[in-house]
């Protein structure tokens, strides 16, 4: 037995989580389900929090009401899991880049231009400064049911450089598909460095306590396929091989946004045991081409859920009829949007929990 694993002989024997099982390959009556952006600003109890907390990355830092925000959506709605309050861009931030969220604007990160800024960047920090998010991992474990599991992730190496290059939220990220193309070498240290910080953060949060891990990759769709296969598979493969290594029982679920056709190449080389399709990807090819290698999560509009009644049950009926003969998490294919009535995501839940296969 993996002694880095979290002590599961202290929970309650019983029904394994149907998360779980749904990664392990099983078909269940139901597909389990959680939202992307659960927690968030479309819930008034989350922006109570946040205005006690000051600004974003506080809250990120504060392990009582990071903990508090990771469990509103479970208590509210009943999801088959949590997942950790935190942001993808907190590894760029403990490697020493300075990053800011300012309303209404979204991150801004003083940007990486240069093989000299990347040297810049540090790892022997990392831990130190994660360590109230590995706090927050511990609180929520502890207190969520044994039937509902804790999600812990990281954005991918990919995703991440984008915004360590652009300096925030980008259009059409130039700067760094440029840099990308031009020095493979130079960008590759980058990459290399955030694959160091990225497998050493997802071991740490499974040794806290989560039991599945998500790796976010957005912006995987604007590379053409020779760089969606250096910059995407390959260092997502090296994150899940060194995981695997340390915490070989923890699934792993992938989210190679926009990925298209490749989906399918990222399944296979990557060796993930999950796959998040986003809202763009046919059903009925997802079944087909990805079912049998990996559980498929996905894929509702979140449009469909700001819209509700009839358009988001018929929207979710087509999603829960095409991927139901294999084992599926139900999921957005994106983000839940902060104008998302909550009434709204409680009708889908209702829908989600009562659904039941072939009847
Ligand atoms: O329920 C959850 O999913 C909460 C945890 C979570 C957040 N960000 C909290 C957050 C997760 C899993 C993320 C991942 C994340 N962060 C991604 C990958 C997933 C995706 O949506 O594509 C990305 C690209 C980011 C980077 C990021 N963080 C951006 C671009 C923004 C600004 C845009 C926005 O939605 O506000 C954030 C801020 C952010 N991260 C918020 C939350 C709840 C909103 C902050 C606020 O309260 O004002």
Redesign the pocket.
Known sequence: MNNSQPDTASRIPGETAPLLSALDGTVNDRPPFWF??????YLPEYREV?GRAGN?LDLCYCPDLAAEVTLQPVERFSTDAA???????LVPHAMGQTVS?EEGR??VLEPVKSVADIEALALDRLHEKLRPVYETVRLVSKSLAENKVLIG?A?APW?VATYMVEGG?SRDHFQVRRWALRDRDGFGLLVEKLIDATSAYLIRQVESGARVLQI?D?WSGVLAEPAFRRWCIEPTREIVARVRAKCPKTPIIGFP?GAGPLYRDYVLETGVDGVSIDTSLPVTWAADKLQKHATVQGNLDPAALVEGGAVLRGEAKRILEALGDGPHIFNLG??IVPQTPPEHVAELCDLLLTWRRGV
């Not at 992307?36 to 600003?41: D, V, W, Y």
């Open positions: 992307m952006r659960q927690a968030g600003r946040r974003f997942i950790l309050f935190a942001d993808i861009l969220f979204g991150p992730f954005g995703t939220t976010f957005t946004r994106h983000g």
